[in-house]
């Protein structure tokens, strides 16, 4: 196994090389440009309400659309093949050109027939097959796969591909502008639209109601691969039919703004085909009329309809193939579809999609990508819970086939680490997914635990049996922990209070960020509020993220155990790491019964959002940390963002006369345990970086550095070698 | 999204934002009379041109426009000037109709598009010309393409105006 994690950390190191910079450039470009788009909706969050229960609708009654369908494409005048699967479309469209006697066929962009490997099965007939959109065009000459689901080729320079022209055509001028390179493009597959027989499409959305298909394109090819041929076959997958046409309306406004940050691209084509054009004959010099035209429609089952039956992956058949995931991601960022992908789809949602179409197999080559951090949640128009899925698969990949590698220190971490998921579990996750055994026995052995830990040997132990990277600082647990801090301080006494919280001492507060702890009870207890702490660190966030959702669901119901008769009672839930905090909010209703999880959610708050709280309602500020201008650079926390709450941290820090520099990168890199991963280290640190970039400004690089999350917090001091501590520390009263 | 409205204020509001939009797109537009169209087409395009007939009360195409085209002419013509069924105010959008006699390719193949748009086919948002289009496609099995700017790819390193499609879009809304 550790000679698996070398060769993909070597994968990876390679991808960042040759490919990081110009995937980063365009990713980070669309997903700035989603930002601006979607701000100038008026009611953004309400049209992906609505696309959404279109996509739920359609889903739920896919049968009889897929009916309706049909009899509108037969009445008008088309056909409609449903293909169980890869074989069976190919070999529907490879007789649909053989009976058109087509030597070429030209295609749009269409991820489906990628998913089909359609090109491979023409091929083999002698079938000369073109792909027109430009940069499918360049991956065909260049015999490479897709980075991106929409912009294809951004992993390639335009320097990279005016070499790739020169060496293909030897044209007559050199090709050097991003203009003479799309002129050149232009006229060469214009020759071959021109003298094409069959014209293949993709379809973003169909409509049952009239066998409309909506195709959103940008540089006009899907036009005229329809326009220049007389038989057209359209490929998609059959989660692609939405009942009407109006229902079009949602999707066509937040498709391009979703992407690539485009408030519409330049053409969205509404074909109900046969289309009403005139055939043209360019050998011959002459026009025929629509009633020449030839149509298929080949909706792919290929996995779909199972997905269709699983509570799990269904939400993936509402995915509109937009981008948005992808480009939000920080880890995609940094290296894009060649590493964060499978065999077609790549992005957060690939994993539901390689799950379902291919297996899980291929979904566990690059499913540890998604490191939960929920940015792509709010990015995504139909609403899908993106990491849950990529959680829930990762759970189904841990209970398939133990690597057998493996065995030699499984048991070692098994004694370590009693949990409630199967032996199927990689070792890695299953220590990372134990931090809480692993917490408890460093705090109990501390110092020495550390000094041990941070021995040479060690590092070259842990890093070749569990693979974490040497190269990463390790968690410093401190001797005496948070609640036994607690346990022997007399505090703030319930009858002096105005009233009572009970403070989550989550393990990295408990045994690591103790300080944090300290101080947010000292702030409180300044601001009249008594706080208890229960006797229940573990959350478990730490066996989720490493898809161990059994062991998450025993720590989840000793948590609500632990908390709900507090709640019960009438006291709010306080917690401090933000990863908690997301977790009580989001996660707990997958993994809670309904009214535990309820009850947390709707009485947990983020620290810095109760502290705003009770300033607002009349708690005295000036109890608090005089800030005197002191300049501060402030990193979120993800989860936090994805919440919404980060903003009161700010508030109250602003309030109370800190000036704030806030960091908007989406993700600190670390992301728990992500970053300690040799095969992700050199990921996690290009990410950390794009954070680190904007504390190094002339305007930040002076700035007491401040992060809420314990991961953040210890990215931040990895990379910056700068202190960083919790706002709560700037905060709390002396 | 801007509402649909009767009201002259209303449609004003409308028109502005449709104008502004098809600013934002790359899209230069004059508004003219029926019986100015076919200078304001004259004034814009680039010979040789080709057409499709506008519909009635729209205005007249000038002379140098020949809706009679094979398609080699397609191919070597440098404007295309086609009417526009729909015009959508919130994207500057364009809703050119698929029709025998071709405004597809004739929109399509040349460098420079010029749509004619009624004022009084100009709605507000995506839903409303939705809203239109979808009866007309169940009635008559019609098609359309919702375009909006010149064509563009980022695929060659960089943002190029005129990938396969036009690379210049001129609008002529007429009055009515």
Redo the contacts between chains.
């Keep these: 196994m550790s000679d698996a994690r070398t060769t993909k950390a070597e994968h990876i190191r390679h991808i960042l090389e040759t490919e990081g910079a110009a995937i980063e450039q ?1 990713t980070q470009g669309f997903n700035d440009g989603r930002y601006e788009s979607v701000a100038d ?3 953004y969050e309400g049209l992906k309400r609505e696309a959404r229960e279109i996509k739920e609708d359609a889903i739920e009654r896919l049968p009889e659309l897929l009916d309706d369908l049909r009899e509108a494409v037969e ?2 005048g088309g056909t409609l093949y449903l293909a169980d699967d890869a074989a069976d479309a190919n070999e529907y469209v490879r007789q649909v050109v053989d009976d058109a006697d087509g030597e070429r066929v030209v295609k749009s962009k269409s991820m489906t027939t990628e998913e089909l490997e359609l090109n491979t099965v023409l091929e083999t007939d002698g079938v000369d097959v073109v792909e ?4 499918e065009w ?1 991956l065909q000459l260049a015999d490479e796969a897709p980075s991106h689901i929409v ?1 294809p ?1 951004i992993h ?4 990279s ?1 005016a070499a790739l022209f020169e060496a293909r055509f030897d044209p007559d001028q050199s090709l050097e ?3 003479e ?3 050149f ?2 006229e060469r ?2 020759e071959q639209l ?1 003298d094409a027989d069959v014209g293949v499409t993709g379809a973003n959305f169909v ?1 049952a ?4 298909m909506a195709l959103v394109t ?4 899907a ?2 691969t329809v ?1 220049a041929t007389d038989v057209h076959v359209a490929v998609a997958g059959v989660e692609k039919v939405v009942p ?3 229902d ?2 949602p999707f ?2 937040l498709i391009g703004r979703s992407g ?1 940050g485009q ?11 046969p ?4 055939t ?3 050998a011959a ?3 025929g ?2 009633d020449d035209r030839e149509f298929h429609l080949v909706l792919v089952d290929n996995g779909r309809l199972a997905m269709r039956q699983d509570d799990d992956l269904r939400e993936t058949l509402y995915c509109i193939r937009c981008s948005a995931c992808s480009n939000a991601c920080a880890n995609f960022q940094q290296v894009g579809g060649h590493v964060f992908g499978g065999e077609t789809y790549s992005g957060g949602i690939a994993t539901g999609w390689e799950a379902g179409v291919e297996g899980t197999d291929v979904a566990a080559e690059f499913n540890d990508l998604c490191t939960g951090c929920s940015r792509c949640v709010n990015a995504c128009p139909v609403g899908i819970d993106i990491p849950w899925i990529n959680t829930v698969v990762r759970d189904r990949i841990n209970r398939g086939d133990v690597d057998a590698d493996e065995g030699a220190v499984e048991w070692l971490v098994e004694g370590l680490t009693p949990d409630a998921d199967p032996s199927g579990v990689d070792v890695q996750k299953r220590l990372f997914g134990n931090f809480g055994t692993v917490a408890r026995l460093g705090s109990a052995t501390a110092p020495l635990s550390n000094w041990v830990a941070d021995t040479d040997v060690a590092r070259a132990l842990a890093e070749r049996f569990v693979g974490i990277d040497r190269r990463r600082d390790l968690p410093q647990f401190q001797r005496e922990t948070f609640r036994e801090w607690v346990s022997a301080r007399d505090g703030l006494a319930l009858a002096d209070a105005e009233r009572t919280v009970v403070l989550f001492p989550d393990l990295y507060t408990n045994h690591v960020q103790v300080e944090r702890g300290k101080a947010a009870v000292r702030t409180l207890e300044a601001l009249g509020v008594a706080v208890q702490v229960p006797d229940v660190t573990a959350s478990g966030r730490a066996p989720l993220s490493q898809g161990m959702i059994a062991t998450a669901r025993e720590r989840a119901e000793a948590v609500a155990e632990a908390l709900v008769p507090h709640v019960e009672a009438g006291y709010d839930i306080v917690v401090i790491e933000p990863s908690d905090h997301a977790l009580f909010q989001r996660e707990y209703e997958k993994l809670l019964d309904e009214p535990s999880h309820e009850a947390l959610a709707a009485n947990s708050y983020e620290l810095l959002e109760y502290v705003y709280g009770l300033l607002a309602n009349g708690a005295d500020a000036d109890e608090l940390a005089d800030g005197d201008g002191e300049r501060v650079a402030y990193h979120s926390h993800c989860q936090q963002r994805t919440l919404g709450v980060e903003r009161y941290t700010e508030a109250v820090l602003d309030e109370r006369d800190f000036d704030v520099v806030t960091s908007d990168a989406e993700c600190c890199g670390m992301a728990g345990s992500f970053g300690y991963k040799q095969e992700y280290y050199d990921v996690s640190v290009a990410v950390g970086e794009d954070l680190t970039a904007q504390f190094r400004t002339e305007e930040t690089a002076d700035r007491a550095v401040v992060a809420s999350g314990t991961s953040c917090l210890d990215q931040l001091e990895d990379l910056l070698e700068r202190p960083s501590r919790h706002p709560i520390e700037l905060l709390a009263p002396e | 999204m801007t509402t649909d409205t009767t009201d002259a204020a209303g449609r004003d509001r409308v028109l502005g934002r449709f104008r502004d939009r098809l600013d934002d797109f790359d899209v230069s537009h004059t508004t003219v009379d029926p019986d100015g169209v076919s200078d304001a087409v004259e004034a814009v395009l680039e010979p040789p041109a080709i057409g499709v007939d506008l519909p009635e009360g729209r205005g007249e195409l000038p002379p140098g426009v020949t809706t009679v085209w094979s398609p080699a002419d397609l191919r070597g013509a440098a404007t295309g000037v086609t009417p526009a069924s729909l015009g959508i105010a919130d994207y500057g959008s364009l809703v050119l109709p698929t029709t025998a006699d071709g405004v597809e390719p004739v929109s399509l193949f040349a460098d420079r598009h010029v749509a004619v748009v009624a004022e009084d086919d100009v709605v507000g948002g995506m839903a409303s010309a939705l809203a239109r289009l979808g009866d007309r496609f169940r009635a008559d099995r019609g098609s359309a393409i919702v375009a909006t700017g010149p064509s563009a790819t980022a695929d060659m390193g960089a943002l190029v105006q005129g990938a396969h499609g036009p690379k210049a879009v001129h609008a002529i809304i007429v009055r009515s």
């Design positions: 365009n909706l008026e009611d009445a008008n027109t959109d430009l940069g360049v912009a080729a390639k320079s335009r320097e591909i502008s991003a203009e390179l799309t002129r493009a232009r597959l214009g021109a409509t109601d009239s066998g409309t940008s540089e006009g090819n036009r005229k326009a009407t046409v109006e079009l309306a066509l406004e690539t408030d519409i691209t330049s053409y969205v084509s509404l074909l109900t085909p289309v009403g054009s005139p043209l004959d360019f010099d002459e026009r009329t629509p």
